[in-house]
């Protein structure tokens, strides 16, 4: 009687007096908060093909409290993590109930781990990763992910927001092995998955693009290349090719100056390619029409500077064809003369330079355009023939695209659209801008002028059997540390349409200090007509004259 | 003279006990069975009994929840495979491996300008669904139900 007497006390005590706080310190070790990871959003090429998706991996903690002799512990992880011992105990004194080890680890690492049967002093904990299937293939463009994978470069970095998802909450009590007890959980925010992004290159294109930068490269031994393509009536990016190049699979781990997109991260001075947009700036003004002409004696001297084509060749009288079919320098600068500051900055302007193309592309620099009162000579005539000015590769292409598109410009995009995890697009991207350059009519007469300089001038190499090819070349000195310009330093480049009737594709190649030749017209005009022979024949685009001989049967 | 005296003859007669008639009532009977024991036992079954049930269903309850994560766990697995397999699927199908095979393996080379023929393909005819008006009775239904009148508009 006495100990059931006894019991009940006790029992009283613990239901009724301390079971209020009990039942509180029970949940308080039972339940905890489970966040409920998202799945970050895929990046798909512009048919759908995977370029960037999540693959499972497993990263290691400690669980300091349940740790006796860390020194011990410490010795039988590190050489296995590939970490230092005292770097372990670092960690392990970081918190009390847990301490990352390593994150990401391959399965080799993880199953020696394992092997230790270190009980619950460690713990592993899946994670998405990040996985690049293709490689270095559009490295540049889409960029790589940090370790908890938010987006560092690229259109990673764009749209992190949008491929990052939201993560969830849940509550849920844990039995003694840590596991969860299901019937226990209360899900209290729904994780939502990232969207994925539909991007505007060509996996094949990209490809066909680097192919040919890689054999160019080797080919001139240049430091740095770059070759772009971009669908002319929408703005869209169908290649962007960078080199030299670094794996997004490493990602931090590249080193950083190749993380740079360069195509819309750096300027340079675009040389003689710059010449065309002058001449639709001169047609458009109607203060020069096509048949007036300048003579080019092969120099020109303005204050005490002396203006003088490549290789010092004289041209006599050329009209503005001319000057863009020879690349005259001597004849662009009379133009610039002719048109006078104002009407060329506000063209210059109205082609985009100066100011960020808004692509969708993290880094992007205005490049240097000076206001109109700094053009002062022989600044406006050297400015003519792309010196004194700096630009973006893509603001480059993007102001031909304009000539091809009618004189509108478009707006570059690297990003078709937004799909979310059931595959409905549910945002597209335009790149119309309703902003307009020059007349169509002056568009349409400048690609004219730059068809002749590919089948008559300086761009024989570019030339495309069966396709009529607008394009200019362009060879730019470089900027001396020291002032001036250096003349052992070189940037090749070409800029064309295609086909020139109704351009398609329009395509950028610049090779910088290229070894041995150096001309656009030799270095970079090849790799134009190699990579958009090839496109077209990839888009189908029929060629628009008969094929020199029949295939054979 | 004799008197004829009426005789007083005393017959036996059973009497209940006192508390004998409640005891041989339905109801006493009853009582009867029901002992101390017997009450006890009942009220312990009334108790254990549907103590044994919810702990047998937490039992199950809970075996049902550890069976959801062993699932669940089979599910991760087996999207991470496939997110590998989708990894190996594009690095095999990427174009820098196709062409380094058909290069390489199939010894093929990339066709000239003049091994290619441009063929005028014609435009395939679109064919148009011969799509009916609505009948009377969906002009009435739309007209009731703006919904799927709205739906109906092309």
């Known amino acids: ?553 | 003279m004799l008197a004829v005296v009426a005789r007083t003859r005393i017959f036996p007669v059973l009497l209940p006990e006192p508390g004998a008639r409640e005891r041989g009532s339905r109801a006493g009977r009853r009582r009867a069975r029901f002992t101390p024991l017997t009450r006890a036992l009942v009220a312990a079954l009334l108790v254990v009994v549907p103590a044994i049930a919810y702990v047998s269903q937490s039992t199950a309850t809970t075996r049902t929840g550890y069976a959801i994560l062993t699932l669940r766990e089979e599910i991760t697995s087996l999207q991470a495979e496939n997110a590998r397999l989708v990894v190996g699927v594009s690095a095999l199908k990427s174009p820098e491996r196709i062409e380094r095979a058909a290069r390489g393996r199939l010894g093929m080379v990339q066709p000239t300008p003049a091994q290619m023929a441009a063929l005028t393909v014609p435009s395939p005819a679109v064919a148009v669904p011969a799509v009916s008006g609505p009948t009377v009775w969906q002009r009435v239904s739309a007209l009731l139900l703006g919904r799927e009148a709205a739906a109906s508009e092309r």
């Not at chain 1, 005590?13 to 079971?19: E, H, K, M, S, T």
């Not at chain 1, 990040?130 to 908890?148: C, M, S």
């Not at chain 1, 979310?420 to 400048?446: I, K």
């Open chain 1, 1 to 553: 009687m006495g100990a059931l007497a006894a019991l009940l006390f006790r029992l009283t005590q613990l239901q009724v007096v301390r079971g209020g706080r009990l039942a509180g310190i029970a949940q308080r070790q039972q339940l905890a908060t489970i966040v409920l990871e998202p799945h970050r959003g895929r990046l798909l090429d512009r048919r759908g093909r995977p370029l960037a998706i999540n693959v499972e991996a497993t990263s290691i903690y400690a669980v300091p409290s349940a740790i006796e002799d860390r020194a011990r512990f410490s010795a039988q992880v590190a050489p296995i993590l590939g970490l230092e011992e005292d770097d372990v105990l670092a960690r392990l004194a970081r918190g009390r109930y847990f301490a990352w080890l390593a994150r990401k680890v391959p399965a080799g690492v993880v199953a020696r781990i394992k092997a230790l049967r270190l009980g619950d002093q460690i713990g592993f904990r899946s994670e998405d990763q990040r996985a690049y299937p293709n490689g270095v293939l559009a490295a540049h463009l889409l960029g790589f992910v940090g370790i908890d994978n938010q987006g560092l470069a690229g259109v990673e970095l764009t749209y992190d927001s949008t491929l990052l998802g939201r993560a969830g909450e849940a509550i849920a009590a844990h039995d003694g092995m840590g596991r969860v007890l299901v019937e226990t959980q209360r899900t209290a925010v729904d994780p939502v998955d990232g969207s994925d992004l539909l991007l505007t290159i060509d996996q094949v294109i990209q490809h066909i693009t680097e192919r040919e930068l890689d054999a160019a490269m080797v080919r001139t031994h240049a430091r740095t290349g770059m070759v772009a393509v971009m669908d002319v009536p929408t703005g869209e990016i169908l290649a962007l090719a960078l080199r030299p190049v670094f794996d997004p699979n490493t990602g931090t781990r590249a080193r950083p100056d190749l993380w740079m997109n360069r195509a819309v991260s750096e300027v340079y001075e675009p040389g003689s390619t710059f010449k065309v947009f002058l001449a639709a700036a001169a047609l458009d003004s109607r203060l020069v029409d096509t048949e007036q002409k300048f003579f080019d004696p092969g120099f020109l001297k303005v204050g005490d500077r002396v203006i003088r084509n490549a290789n010092g060749k004289k041209h006599g009288w050329v009209a503005l064809g001319g000057i863009l079919r020879y690349s005259s320098n001597v004849g662009a600068a009379q133009v610039a003369m002719r048109l006078g500051r104002s009407v060329f900055y506000r063209y210059t302007t109205a082609f985009g330079f100066g100011t960020p193309s808004r692509v969708d592309l993290p880094g992007e620099v205005a490049g240097l355009v000076r206001s109109p009162a700094e053009w002062v000579s022989p600044r406006l005539q050297t400015i003519a023939f792309g010196q004194g000015i700096s630009v973006t590769p893509l603001q480059l292409l993007t102001a031909a695209s304009a000539l091809g598109n009618n004189g509108l410009l478009v707006r570059p995009h690297a990003v078709r659209g937004v799909r979310d995890r059931q595959g409905r697009t549910t945002s597209v991207t335009s790149g119309q801008t309703g902003r307009r350059a020059v007349s169509a009519e002056s568009a349409r007469a400048v690609l004219r002028m730059m068809t002749t300089a590919v089948e008559e001038g300086t761009g024989a190499l570019a030339r495309i059997e069966g396709y009529p090819v607008a394009g200019k070349t362009g060879t730019s000195q470089k900027p001396a540390p020291g002032g001036g310009y250096d003349s052992q330093r070189f940037v090749a480049s070409f800029l064309g349409l295609v086909p020139a009737d109704r351009p398609a594709l329009a395509i950028l190649v610049i090779l910088d200090e290229p070894l041995g030749a150096y001309y656009g017209s030799a270095v970079a005009a090849p790799v134009f007509r190699e990579v958009a022979a090839q496109t077209l024949w990839h888009l189908r685009v029929p060629p628009r004259t008969q094929l020199s001989e029949p295939p054979p049967r």
